[in-house]
Structure formats: structure tokens, C-alpha cells
């Protein structure tokens, strides 16, 4: 279950995130939008840096000795999260067809997006083996029951835990699994007032290896314990902001 001071510091976001100014606001959606883009893409190979990514996204400069692919991941990765983001705003909930339209999104000028594979894949270095095209069809159908059922015996760190988890397993699409599940995750967390947060490339053994113990064992507690620690950390930071912001009001006045 959610920790209690988890779920106060989600309140006190919620409470007071109208007190940041509208400036202060863009920057950090920017500052994380850039920071999202890049961890989520090179964790899956893409090898633009950090200030490259951010030129691609806010300068919109197209970088020398990158492959158009590349190019494309960071700037479709933007773009899915602001899909998200105005799914949210409009209280939609996460369904197939949502998820269709974030890989469509993602895989934009690289491939077909929004269609299931229909051949058998290997994810590199895990042990588990994604369902064949038969199987996966049939698991896909109890996940997507599963998304509307779970929200009624799972928190939202569970519920969210588990969406990227088993969407990975399942590893219904050809390509960009990963970046739509860790898209899914965030979006099962703001659906619930929490921040979305980071999975970053430094530690993506331990990611790999909580994601493989659950596709292989079922035990989701790890793969929990990572999103929780991680929503607990962007709330701390973002809260800072508030109360920074709050106590500045107070002196001025």
C-alpha cells in the first residue's frame, strides 16, 4: 500500500502547486520534458546526449552525425508525453486505444505505429521470452480488462508498477515497448495526482532486473519499491519549490 507520507506530500502538491507562477511552472515541465526525453530514449539506445536532446526539443536544431531516427525518437517522445498530458487534463482514462495512439505517436516517420507484431521477438539480455502472436493477443485482452479492473484492489503505485510491467512482458509491439510503457507508467500516476517521474539510464540494470523477476516470477515488489522511492524523490523536489515559493510570498508581503 502507499505510504502515508507519500500520500500527504501528493496532497500537499495538489494543495499548493497553484501557488508556483506560471513561469516557474513551464520551466520545470520543460526542465523535465528534456530530461524525460533523454533518459527514456537512451535507455533504449538512442545516443543524442543530454544538450542535444534539449536542442532538439527547444531550439529545434537538427544535430549533425545523428541518423533521422534518432532525431525522431526524441522528438516523438516529446510529443507522446504531451498526449498524455492532455489525456489527463481532459480525465481520460488509459485504454487500447490510448496506448495505440502513444506508440503511433513515438514511432512516427520511423515505422507503422499502433499495430501488433505479428511475428515472435527476443528481448535482449532477459531471460523471460514475450508471448508468441497467438499467446500475446490472448494476454492483451486480460490486460486490458485488467486495467480497468485492477484500479478497484491496487494503489496507484501498484496500479502503475504493474500496467508498465506487464505491458513489457506482453512486449506487444515491434518496436518501442519500453518507451510506451514507461509512458503508461506515468500516465497511470498523474491519472492519481502523483508527478511523473524519471527511470534514468544509470540505472537501467536494476530496472532490467526488476522488470525480468516480475516476467518470470510474478513478484512485482522491487519494480514497486523503484517508483515509489522515485515519486517520493520528484515530490520532495518539487514540494522544496512550493515551500520556497510560499516562504518568498510570505517575505514580500
Given at each position: 500500500m502507499e505510504k502515508p507520507s507519500l500520500l500527504e506530500k501528493r496532497e500537499f502538491y495538489q494543495k499548493n502547486k497553484s501557488k508556483l507562477s506560471n513561469t516557474i511552472q513551464e520551466k520545470i515541465e520543460k526542465a523535465f520534458d528534456i530530461d524525460y526525453t533523454y533518459h527514456s530514449t537512451t535507455i533504449e539506445g538512442n545516443t543524442l546526449s543530454l544538450i542535444e536532446t534539449k536542442a532538439v526539443l527547444e531550439d529545434k536544431i537538427a544535430i549533425g552525425g545523428k541518423s533521422?531516427?534518432?532525431?525522431?525518437?526524441?522528438?516523438?517522445?516529446?510529443?507522446?508525453?504531451?498526449?498524455?498530458?492532455?489525456?489527463?487534463?481532459?480525465?481520460?482514462?488509459?485504454?487500447?486505444?490510448?496506448?495505440?495512439?502513444?506508440?503511433?505517436?513515438?514511432?512516427?516517420?520511423?515505422?507503422?505505429?499502433?499495430?501488433?507484431?505479428?511475428?515472435?521477438?527476443?528481448?535482449?539480455?532477459?531471460t523471460h521470452t514475450p508471448p508468441n502472436p497467438n499467446e500475446m493477443y490472448k494476454q492483451l485482452r486480460f490486460f486490458y480488462d485488467d486495467l480497468i479492473q485492477k484500479e478497484e484492489v491496487m494503489d496507484a503505485i501498484e496500479?502503475?508498477?504493474?500496467?508498465?510491467?506487464?505491458?513489457?512482458?506482453?512486449?506487444?509491439?515491434?518496436?518501442?515497448?519500453?518507451?510506451?510503457?514507461?509512458?503508461?507508467?506515468?500516465?497511470?500516476?498523474?491519472?492519481?495526482?502523483?508527478?511523473?517521474?524519471?527511470?534514468?539510464?544509470?540505472?537501467?540494470?536494476?530496472?532490467?532486473?526488476?522488470?525480468?523477476?516480475?516476467?518470470?516470477?510474478?513478484?512485482?515488489?522491487?519494480?514497486?519499491?523503484?517508483?515509489?522511492?522515485?515519486?517520493?524523490?520528484?515530490?520532495?523536489e518539487i514540494n522544496t519549490i512550493i515551500k520556497q515559493e510560499m516562504e518568498g510570498g510570505q517575505t514580500s508581503e
Open positions: 533521422l531516427r534518432e532525431i525522431y525518437e526524441v522528438a516523438n517522445h516529446s510529443k507522446a508525453y504531451n498526449y498524455i498530458k492532455e489525456c489527463i487534463e481532459k480525465k481520460e482514462k488509459l485504454t487500447e486505444e490510448k496506448i495505440k495512439n502513444i506508440h503511433e505517436i513515438l514511432t512516427e516517420n520511423i515505422l507503422q505505429g499502433g499495430i501488433y507484431r505479428h511475428t515472435d521477438v527476443q528481448i535482449t539480455g532477459a496500479r502503475s508498477a504493474w500496467t508498465h510491467a506487464e505491458f513489457v512482458r506482453i512486449h506487444p509491439f515491434p518496436d518501442g515497448n519500453g518507451r510506451t510503457s514507461r509512458l503508461i507508467m506515468n500516465y497511470q500516476l498523474m491519472e492519481k495526482g502523483f508527478l511523473p517521474i524519471i527511470i534514468k539510464v544509470e540505472d537501467r540494470l536494476d530496472y532490467y532486473n526488476d522488470l525480468d523477476l516480475y516476467a518470470t516470477t510474478g513478484n512485482l515488489q522491487p519494480f514497486m519499491k523503484m517508483i515509489e522511492t522515485l515519486e517520493e524523490k520528484r515530490l520532495d
